[in-house]
């Protein structure tokens, strides 16, 4: 089932669009990843599911219906800019915005005390937000997103600034989150995080959304069909025993036996290869080799850019 | 939703009223206020504690031993010195002047030197000049050779005080101040057009600091633009009316024990034969029956002071409160939704200045129109600029104490509440688009835009 769903959106602004008939559907309990290159209109569509502003046309679902002004309480935001009150004290601030999502004060300092103590900041409530590094700013950031238990938690960039250990610990604070419940959607450039996080995406290009679709399935669908076997026996044979659908990418010795790359040019299973390789060799490994979402991403973008360019 | 933008009026509200500068402020503005009150009374009983010697060359030989002197003015008749003696070695001589008398003075009022090493003080110029003055008019009038001529100079010396009343429609008689009046209004209208700048401009730094710390866009997330927008306006227009509710509590306190403590011992019978000693250097009876320039002049500057202490309960201060108190916040919400458009448009607080410009012209006017005004609270102009909105709020404030009929407030009172609340709607069209857009700085093309956008 889809928590959140936006059928068709465009949104104009006075001298370009910024959304051109977008659509995502974002599946419940899972972690979602909105790709695409800078002023795609990623931020746009971010901010429209947090009802900063409205589209032109389209239609917005949340919990399979429509999305209604109240649905905000249930969204939890970290802007890809963090933003505190400078001046004013970590914890009155974190009380400040859980009760600007509609915790009452009671419930607010129960979870507020909850997760600076989770986060080993207990002390810092005090503290006024510019005497904190940024990396602490950032776990306040964090905690003041998901203080109200959002169902729907939106992250723009959420590991730019923070230190590998921070990092690790959003990430399990996430994968925590999901497992808990949430709904996640999370707008990056950070293809690594992507692969490892991301269940679903929408890569968004140009206002418009080129791919969208399940993680597995997008690298499935762009595999260049290239196969990485490991082997003992004799590698200068490997090329005669091949037709021509195939094609020696690369080869060489690995302590002990041998490593080649081959790029299968008609689709046909993978079995068929290792029908052909198996009279002849002792096959220790065999990989069909899948495209990184950064790849995925470079190529997609640059096509499109391509066919931009031809018109 | 109501209850968040109270979250939002109470953050900003407490988050001010916390702040050391705003306990400093509130705290020192009335002792300002009191200082600008009883000061010019405090300083006329002050005196130039500092003595100094004049070296008189008398060329015209009238004014031997005539000059009067003062407990810190004293005068030294040279006899056959020359200003040039003395200039050479100034700095070695007692002297802070040297007075220059020619012997055509009777028919030449130029013949008069001072001359010194620095810019003689005023007062000491004033004093010698009128003694002078005096001094030949005594001379030319005993030439006349009247009889008993000190007594008759004496008895003929007079001090007038104009007593203004304005009739009432009811036929009641109503005695006015004008002097009172024109520093009651100038006050209120200063302080309204100072707090209007004051206050609104914190609501414009408010929202630039929201703005550039980003913070701004996890609140709308929460809660409506406008809800914020609102709310900050609201929590900062608190803030000033408790800094004015306490600036008048302790400006009362102050003054009250102000006027204890400075003027207890000038608490003088009213009789017209007012010598305030206090106040006058000590010049001898002598000298001061022939010069009758400083002490009854002093006197009525004197009485003219207590008078206004004492008519300072006559002043209707309810409704000077209650008329500020409208035309403050009247006046600081038409300006603070002007300012919080200026902010949302720009990145920094540097930008904010080609649209600060036409916002701040009509406030600068009622300053100016606020000086005619006083003068002349019924004329045309003064008219005009207390009923328009952006100038109403200085203008009438100025004008009512000298008492305004009822219509014209009222015109004025809700012209300024129609024009608030379009301003606060079209402000917060601009607020909502800007507030998102950064980089760019907007044009009034662009603001324009903005406003007719239908988000």
């Known amino acids: ?311 | 939703m109501k209850s968040k933008t109270s979250l939002i009026v109470a953050r900003e509200y407490f988050s001010r009223i916390r702040k050391k500068s705003f306990i400093v402020m509130t705290l020192l503005g009335p002792v300002l206020f009191a200082a600008l009150i009883i000061g010019p009374a405090w300083f006329a009983t002050l005196e130039d504690r500092e003595v100094r010697t004049i070296a008189v060359i008398d060329e015209s030989e009238l004014f031997k031993g005539q000059l009067p002197e003062t407990e810190y003015l004293k005068f030294t008749y040279l006899e056959d010195a020359s200003v040039e003696e003395i200039r050479e070695n100034f700095s070695q001589t007692p002297y802070y002047a040297v007075l220059y008398i020619s012997h055509i003075l009777p028919h030449t009022p130029s013949a008069v030197q001072l001359m010194s090493d620095r810019q003689p003080n005023l007062n000491v110029r004033m004093h010698i000049s009128n003694a002078i003055e005096k001094e030949i008019e005594r001379q030319k009038i005993k030439a006349y050779d009247i009889e008993n001529l000190d007594d008759i100079l004496q008895s003929i010396q007079t001090s007038i005080n104009i007593r203004t009343i304005v009739w009432g429609d009811d036929g009641a008689d109503r005695e006015t101040h004008p002097a009172l009046a024109m520093g009651t209004g100038y006050i209120g209208g200063f302080l309204i057009y100072l707090f209007i700048f004051l206050f609104g401009s914190q609501v414009m730094r408010g929202v630039i600091e929201e703005k550039s710390s980003r913070v701004v866009e996890i609140i709308i997330s929460s809660v409506r633009p406008f809800q914020l927008m609102i709310g900050k306006i609201a929590g900062i227009g608190l803030v000033g009316l408790t800094q004015f509710l306490f600036w008048v509590l302790l400006t009362f306190i102050l003054v009250s024990a102000g006027r204890g403590l400075v003027f207890s011992e000038l608490q003088v019978p009213s009789s017209e034969q007012v010598v305030a000693e206090d106040i006058i250097s000590s010049s001898s009876q002598e000298s001061s029956s022939l010069l009758p320039d400083s002490q009854p002049i002093s006197a009525e500057q004197y009485s003219e002071v207590t008078q206004i202490f004492a008519s300072l309960s006559t002043v209707n201060f309810g409704v000077m409160i209650g008329a500020f108190l409208f035309f403050f916040l009247a006046g600081y919400l038409l300006y603070a939704g002007l300012f919080a458009a200026i902010a949302s448009a720009v990145d920094n607080e540097a930008d904010t200045q080609q649209f600060m410009l036409p916002v701040t012209i009509p406030l600068i006017l009622s300053i100016f129109v606020m000086m005619n005004a006083i003068q002349n609270p019924e004329s045309a102009l003064a008219f005009w600029f207390s009923i328009i909105p952006f100038t109403s709020p200085v203008i009438m404030m100025v004008r009512i104490p000298f008492g305004v009929p009822y219509w014209e407030v009222i015109l004025s009172m809700v012209l300024l509440i129609v024009t608030f609340i379009l301003i606060t709607w079209m402000a917060g069209k601009i607020y909502r688009t800007g507030i998102l857009m950064y980089g760019k700085k907007p044009n009034y093309k662009e603001l324009w835009k903005w406003l007719t956008y239908n988000n």
């Open chain 1, 1 to 311: 089932m889809e928590l959140f769903a936006a059928r068709n959106v465009t949104k104009q602004y006075s001298n370009h669009i910024a959304l051109n008939d977008v659509t995502v559907s974002i599946p419940e309990h899972s972690i979602y990843g909105l790709l695409g290159p800078n002023g795609a209109g990623k931020t746009t569509l971010i901010r429209i599911i947090n009802q900063i502003m409205a589209p032109d046309s389209g239609e917005l679902l949340f919990n399979g219906r429509k999305l209604k002004s109240s649905d905000i309480q249930h969204i939890g935001y970290m802007p890809e800019e963090r933003g505190l009150y400078k001046k004013m004290k970590v914890g009155e601030q974190a009380i400040y915005m859980g009760r600007l999502k509609g915790l009452s004060r009671a419930d607010t300092l129960k979870r507020v005390k909850y997760w600076f103590e989770k986060f080993e900041i207990y002390d810092w409530l005090d503290k006024k937000v510019e005497e904190l590094s940024k990396g602490m700013q950032q776990k306040v950031q964090f905690i003041i997103t998901v203080l109200h238990e959002p169902m729907l938690l939106i992250f723009d960039e959420p590991f730019s600034g923070f230190d590998p250990i921070n990092t690790n610990l959003l990430k399990n604070e996430v994968i925590n989150l999901k497992k808990r419940g949430a709904t996640i959607i999370f707008s990056t450039h950070n293809m690594g995080s992507v692969e490892e996080l991301c269940d679903h995406i929408t890569l968004i290009d140009n206002a418009k959304s080129i791919i969208s679709g399940a993680v597995h399935e997008i690298r499935q669908k762009f595999k260049p069909g290239i196969y990485e076997i490991h082997f003992e026996g004799a590698p200068q044979k490997l090329d005669s025993f091949l037709s021509s659908d195939y094609e020696i990418m690369d080869m060489k010795e690995t302590g002990g036996g041998c490593m080649a790359r081959i790029k299968m040019h008609k689709a046909s299973a993978n079995n068929e290869l290792l029908k052909i390789l198996m009279p002849h060799y002792h096959i220790t490994s065999f990989t069909e080799l899948l495209p990184g979402m950064n790849d995925i991403f470079i190529d997609l973008v640059n096509e499109k850019k391509g066919e931009k360019d031809e018109k």
